[in-house]
């Protein structure tokens, strides 16, 4: 195991794995927005990390000189069997334009909301099969024990894929998002069972199609012709990674937050209606996606002279507590009137979920605070938070109070 150098100055030397990050980004940030907007690394091969809504915007806007090719920051630009633009490996949130319009189309329909309202029984339902289960305790984990159940259930059901295998798709998203400073030679063999995974499940609904999205995927075509075996994969892969950690983390984030704020939590209590308003300054306040881009070219950026192939990490998160944009940016304003956050992206990759993650959270934290309409954090050094791109607590000890 390599042991790394901590960081010393984030304006020079960024890491998101860095302890420090991984804790308690906010400060940092602040920092490297007020002295230095556009921060840079050497590590990962060398990358850049802007501070501010509108450098954010800016790139999120900029197809040209900015690739989606690599959204994930790691050791390797050209991983192994790589599937270059304008398709990549996880299309459309690896794809470029023209090819990223056919790849996102393909799925829109089935994020609508007409057939994702229609999950809402559903879904209170798995909230509630993962309540029962608790019954009784004084001392519950609102990550390990609720939050990390809620949306594999609900992908499971989408995909068709087995709903018991939910801790093989934590499994994958651990890989995928969190081992990301592995060394390629030891991350690289670790993917071989996740790629047999999915094959398994392609070739059983090869075998035995069904009314589900891999089906449609295998099926639905473009101009007379059906998608290629790598675009029905690469998506099947992004929908289950894009839906499962994002979504389990903005829950996790809510009830942490709640745990620490009586006066917060007694408002949704006594007022459920403000739910659908406090849900919008839960997704901005703890946004939980940090994308990456690659530099499609030479450029200066804001001072910076950006290389072909240098890392961008696009804080999403960064630019929601930016105080040019939001009033009071570091504070969690639970009524906050005016919220055009940028939690679920900016620019042509918006997040295609975000109706689905809207309604996951709002009915996991609906269900949870009537189950236990006081709780506080039972251990506050025993909350962990994951590591990478995708910002959420792991662990977060509760104790139910009456
Ligand atoms: C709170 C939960 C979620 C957050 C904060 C979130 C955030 C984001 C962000 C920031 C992007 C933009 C990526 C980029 O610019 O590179 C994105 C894209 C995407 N998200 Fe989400 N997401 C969430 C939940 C979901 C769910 C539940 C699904 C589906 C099951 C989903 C599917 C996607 C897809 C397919 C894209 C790619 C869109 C494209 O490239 O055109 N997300 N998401």
Request: hydrophobic fraction near 40%; aromatic fraction near 10%.
């Given at each position: 195991?390599?042991?790394?150098?901590?960081?010393?100055?984030?304006?020079?030397?960024?890491?998101?794995?860095?302890?420090?990050?991984?804790?308690?980004?906010?400060?940092?940030?602040?920092?490297?927005?007020?002295?230095?907007?556009?921060?840079?690394?050497?590590?990962?091969?060398?990358?850049?990390?802007?501070?501010?809504?509108e450098m954010v915007s800016s790139i999120?806007?900029?197809?040209?000189?900015?690739?989606?090719?690599?959204?994930?920051?790691?050791?390797?630009?050209?991983?192994?069997?790589?599937?270059?633009?304008?398709?990549?490996?996880?299309?459309?949130?690896?794809?470029?334009?023209?090819?990223?319009?056919?790849?996102?189309?393909?799925?829109?329909?089935?994020?609508?909301?007409?057939?994702?309202?229609?999950?809402?029984?559903?879904?209170?339902?798995?909230?509630?099969?993962?309540?029962?289960?608790?019954?009784?305790?004084?001392?519950?984990?609102?990550?390990?024990?609720?939050?990390?159940?809620?949306?594999?259930?609900?992908?499971?059901?989408?995909?068709?894929?087995?709903?018991?295998?939910?801790?093989?798709?934590?499994?994958?998203?651990?890989?995928?998002?969190?081992?990301?400073?592995?060394?390629?030679?030891?991350?690289?063999?670790?993917?071989?069972?996740?790629?047999?995974?999915?094959?398994?499940?392609?070739?059983?609904?090869?075998?035995?199609?069904?009314?589900?999205?891999?089906?449609?995927?295998?099926?639905?075509?473009?101009?007379?012709?059906?998608?290629?075996?790598?675009?029905?994969?690469?998506?099947?892969?992004?929908?289950?990674?894009?839906?499962?950690?994002?979504?389990?983390?903005?829950?996790?984030?809510?009830?942490?937050?709640?745990?620490?704020?009586?006066?917060?939590?007694?408002?949704?209590?006594?007022?459920?209606?403000?739910?659908?308003?406090?849900?919008?300054?839960?997704?901005?306040?703890?946004?939980?996606?940090?994308?990456?881009?690659?530099?499609?070219?030479?450029?200066e950026f804001y001072g910076a002279s950006?290389?072909?192939?240098?890392?961008?990490?696009?804080?999403?998160?960064?630019?929601?507590?930016?105080?040019?944009?939001?009033?009071?940016?570091?504070?969690f304003i639970i009524d906050r009137e005016?919220?055009?956050?940028?939690?679920?992206?900016?620019?042509?990759?918006?997040?295609?979920?975000?109706?689905?993650?809207?309604?996951?959270?709002?009915?996991?934290?609906?269900?949870?605070?009537?189950?236990?309409?006081?709780?506080?954090?039972?251990?506050?050094?025993?909350?962990?938070?994951?590591?990478?791109?995708?910002?959420?607590?792991?662990?977060?000890?509760?104790?139910?109070?009456?």
């Amino acid at each position: 195991m390599t042991i790394k150098e901590p960081v010393e100055d984030f304006a020079t030397d960024w890491d998101h794995t860095d302890p420090q990050w991984v804790n308690d980004p906010y400060p940092i940030w602040d920092d490297l927005r007020g002295r230095c907007p556009v921060a840079h690394t050497e590590r990962y091969g060398g990358g850049w990390f802007p501070t501010t809504h509108e450098m954010v915007s800016s790139i999120a806007n900029d197809t040209t000189h900015f690739t989606s090719r690599m959204v994930v920051v790691t050791h390797t630009k050209y991983p192994p069997n790589f599937i270059p633009a304008p398709m990549g490996g996880a299309p459309p949130i690896t794809s470029d334009p023209p090819f990223h319009q056919i790849a996102r189309r393909v799925i829109l329909p089935a994020f609508a909301p007409g057939p994702i309202n229609a999950l809402e029984p559903q879904i209170r339902a798995l909230c509630n099969k993962h309540l029962d289960r608790l019954a009784g305790q004084v001392l519950i984990d609102g990550g390990t024990d609720y939050a990390q159940f809620i949306p594999p259930g609900v992908i499971a059901t989408m995909l068709g894929f087995p709903p018991e295998d939910e801790e093989i798709f934590r499994e994958i998203i651990h890989l995928v998002l969190d081992l990301i400073d592995l060394p390629p030679e030891v991350r690289g063999p670790m993917f071989e069972p996740v790629a047999d995974y999915f094959t398994k499940q392609i070739e059983d609904h090869i075998a035995n199609p069904r009314d589900d999205l891999t089906t449609y995927l295998m099926n639905v075509e473009v101009g007379g012709k059906k998608l290629s075996p790598e675009h029905v994969r690469g998506t099947i892969v992004l929908i289950l990674i894009a839906g499962i950690d994002t979504t389990w983390s903005a829950i996790g984030s809510s009830i942490w937050h709640l745990a620490r704020h009586p006066e917060d939590l007694a408002r949704l209590v006594n007022e459920p209606e403000l739910m659908p308003v406090a849900v919008e300054e839960f997704l901005r306040f703890y946004a939980p996606v940090t994308m990456a881009r690659l530099v499609a070219e030479d450029h200066e950026f804001y001072g910076a002279s950006m290389k072909k192939d240098d890392w961008i990490l696009l804080g999403f998160p960064a630019a929601n507590r930016d105080p040019d944009v939001f009033e009071d940016a570091d504070k969690f304003i639970i009524d906050r009137e005016v919220n055009r956050h940028a939690a679920f992206g900016l620019g042509i990759h918006r997040c295609i979920g975000s109706n689905l993650a809207r309604l996951e959270l709002r009915l996991a934290l609906e269900e949870f605070i009537k189950r236990y309409p006081k709780f506080e954090l039972a251990d506050a050094q025993g909350v962990t938070w994951a590591p990478g791109q995708v910002r959420g607590p792991r662990q977060i000890p509760l104790r139910v109070l009456v």
